[in-house]
């Protein structure tokens, strides 16, 4: 079963901060981020552990709340860089068999 | 260049005509995925493998096979393609933990585009 992400498609302008979340009904090892761009593969943005542990690009921010089985990626004075396709996608297995959501669309304007 | 490659990157053909899609990389990574991307569905894994010889389905496994005879290398196959299977088609690769399982990112390859008449 696919998480749900909210919102589906943001709009902000260049500075503005957005708050993606990713909810699933299963018991998860870890939550990944991804961000694509259109007619480009998925780029990696972040990996949350069970534990508490994150990997990931510096500029970029997540939560991982074990217990409600969410996540939230946190973009901040976002540029026009940050357009693109938001995925999480969550492993119940720890085996990388990532079940993604159905993406969140944002757009930077100047 | 760490990378992954696929081949080719965009394919016409026709119903029940079978057809491989290849999958490399070159980064001795364990875990392999093949994903499907439709519009408003996101990525759907298909096929994953944790090593070689060693595969198994994902989420929408129907009409596909894989095979890992070689670390660098997973296949997808379509024996009898059929319309429902015009996508986008993504390959991915991942280094094991050193516990065992796979806490890592996913390096993608650049998509195969697949359309079936």
């Known amino acids: 079963q696919q998480p749900v992400q909210s919102p589906q498609a943001v709009i902000l302008r260049e500075g503005e901060d957005a708050v993606i979340n990713c909810s699933s009904s299963k018991a998860l090892y870890s939550v990944h981020w991804y961000r694509q761009k259109h007619g480009e593969a998925p780029v990696f943005l972040m990996i949350l552990l069970k534990g508490g542990e994150q990997k990931g690009h510096e500029k970029i921010s997540a939560s991982f709340n074990e217990k409600k089985q969410q996540s939230s990626l946190y973009l901040t004075a976002s540029q026009l860089s940050y357009s693109g396709t938001y995925f999480c996608g969550t492993d119940k297995k720890g085996y990388s068999t990532l079940t993604f959501g159905k993406g969140t669309m944002l757009l930077v304007s100047p | 260049e760490a990378q992954v490659t696929q081949n080719p990157r965009y394919l016409i053909t026709v119903t029940g005509k079978k057809l491989t899609v290849t999958c490399s990389q070159n980064m001795n990574h364990e875990y392999m995925s093949w994903y499907r991307q439709d519009p408003g569905l996101g990525l759907r894994q298909i096929y994953y493998?944790?090593?070689?010889?060693?595969?198994d389905k994902g989420d929408v496994p129907e009409g596909y096979k894989v095979s890992r005879k070689e670390k660098r290398n997973f296949p997808l196959i379509l024996e009898s393609p059929s319309p429902n299977q015009t996508s986008l088609y993504f390959c991915?690769?991942?280094?094991?933990?050193?516990?065992?399982?796979?806490?890592?990112?996913?390096?993608f390859g650049p998509g195969t585009r697949l359309t079936v008449l």
């Open positions: 991915a690769s991942s280094p094991r933990t050193s516990g065992g399982g796979s806490y890592n990112e996913q390096f």
């Open positions: 493998s944790m090593n070689v010889e060693v595969t």
